[in-house]
């Protein structure tokens, strides 16, 4: 039974979200992820090709020829799919050697793998704090880790981003509780900042707190080898919980997990629902991330060439004219603060070839509207030069070239 009035409140809101302009529309892609892509957009339209500059896909490795051969082998050798959870017949040799193989090259005690980072999230919290316990987290912290808080019965309690001064007055309020854990993104997605994870583990060690980082934007790729924001920011093995995804740096089909303190993985095994109760991470994937992090530890090739190609980015924007956030990731934010503008810059950037988002409230907090612009390893400098032109271009056309934010907010209001 679909009642008709039940039918009409959802068309309302439905019609709703298009009135506001937040309807998010998919653009269909006809090629495999890359750094240029064949684009239909909108339903029906002729294909594009486009250069993207919004995708995860930060290694290039999402359909390397390696990985999907990997991929391919696993799935000749042990099948599409599990067909159950880890615990009762879900678990092969490759999910347990993948395990190990994170363990590794994150520099932690052990990992247990989710069927995503987002099911990470949701389940460790709960899996191991109880209501005598705080968690103490980031005010910008990622929609997932929200999520899994809310799902756990442990005090609930955030800091102004990034905000020591504001994490140390927290940790001294919460002395009495049986845990404090403090909880940040290592790279935050929307402004590509890092976090002060050597501050913040000063902070825990002086509090006796804990430190649970979601590393989903640097794992494979910060650090002098990649290993994350807790090797960029000199704290390797300092870091009680990790959390990562598969499906970003690391091949991007999908996967996550949590990886630190052996008591907390042995714990998670026990109880968090989301491993007890989704199916295990398909063979195809766990023996393609296994060939991600062979090729990773063998060389540092890529992520020199993401650094190097987010620094030619960073400066060739400023440049232009831009006012970017700045950073060390290979998140590059071009703030324009007004939602429209982000619209209409991303809508006229596709007619030139370029596959960029425009985001904005409630995405980004309310006049904070922006193009977040992502780099690659499969990028190179002439593919970049290109789409700077095209920027520049089309910043020109909407007179914001040089300006900075208050001349934005002038022109375009907020
Ligand atoms: N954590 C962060 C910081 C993310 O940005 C994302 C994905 O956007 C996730 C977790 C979720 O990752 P997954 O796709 O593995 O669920």
Redesign the pocket.
């Known amino acids: 039974m679909y009642p008709s009035a039940v039918q009409e409140a959802y068309r309302a809101e439905l019609a709703s979200i298009r009135e506001k302009g937040i309807f998010k529309e998919e653009r269909f892609i006809h090629s495999p992820q890359a750094a240029d892509i064949r684009v239909e957009f909108p339903r029906g339209a002729d294909l594009k090709e486009v250069i993207n500059l919004c995708s995860?896909n930060y290694l290039g490795l999402s359909s390397h020829p390696e990985v999907v051969a990997a991929a391919h082998r696993a799935l000749d050798e042990r099948g599409y799919g599990m067909s159950s959870v880890r615990f009762i017949c879900g678990t092969q040799d490759i999910h347990k050697e993948l395990e190990g193989k994170l363990t590794e090259f994150l520099g932690t005690e052990d990992t247990i793998l989710f069927p995503?980072?987002?099911?990470a999230?949701a389940g460790v919290f709960e899996a191991v704090l109880n209501e005598q316990d705080v968690m103490i987290a980031d005010r910008l912290v990622?929609a997932?880790?929200v999520d899994g808080m809310r799902l756990c019965r442990a005090k609930q309690d955030t800091y102004k981003h990034a905000d020591m001064k504001h994490l140390e007055q927290k940790l001294q309020e919460h002395q009495d509780a049986r845990i404090r854990m403090i909880i940040t993104?290592g790279v935050f997605?929307m402004d590509g900042d890092l976090a002060p994870l050597d501050e913040i583990c000063a902070l825990a060690d002086k509090y006796t707190a804990m430190v649970f980082v979601?590393d989903?934007?640097a794992t494979g790729f910060m650090g002098k080898t990649g290993r994350g924001t807790h090797e960029h920011c000199s704290v390797f093995g300092r870091i009680d919980i990790i959390?990562t995804?598969?499906?970003?740096a690391l091949g991007g089909a999908?996967?996550?997990c949590v990886s630190g303190r052996a008591e907390i993985v042995e714990l998670c095994r026990q109880r968090a629902r989301p491993y007890l109760f989704s199916n295990a991470v398909p063979p195809p994937i766990a023996g393609a991330a296994l060939k991600v992090l062979e090729i990773l530890s063998k060389t540092t090739e890529r992520r020199d060439k993401l650094e190097a190609n987010t620094k030619f980015w960073r400066r060739a924007l400023a440049e232009a004219g831009f006012v970017i956030k700045e950073g060390d990731s290979p998140i590059v934010p071009i703030m324009l603060f007004n939602a429209k503008l982000s619209q209409d810059i991303s809508r006229d950037l596709y007619r030139e070839g370029i596959y960029v988002i425009g985001f904005f409230f409630p995405v980004v907090p309310a006049g904070q509207a922006r193009i977040r612009t992502q780099m690659s390893a499969d990028h190179d400098i002439p593919m970049l030069e290109r789409a700077v032109e095209s920027f520049k271009k089309v910043g020109a056309k909407y007179g914001i070239l040089g300006l900075d934010k208050k001349g934005i907010i002038e022109k375009y209001g907020q």
């Open positions: 995860n995503s980072c987002m099911d999230n990622h997932s880790m993104d997605s979601d989903s934007h959390t995804t598969l499906g970003k999908s996967g996550g």
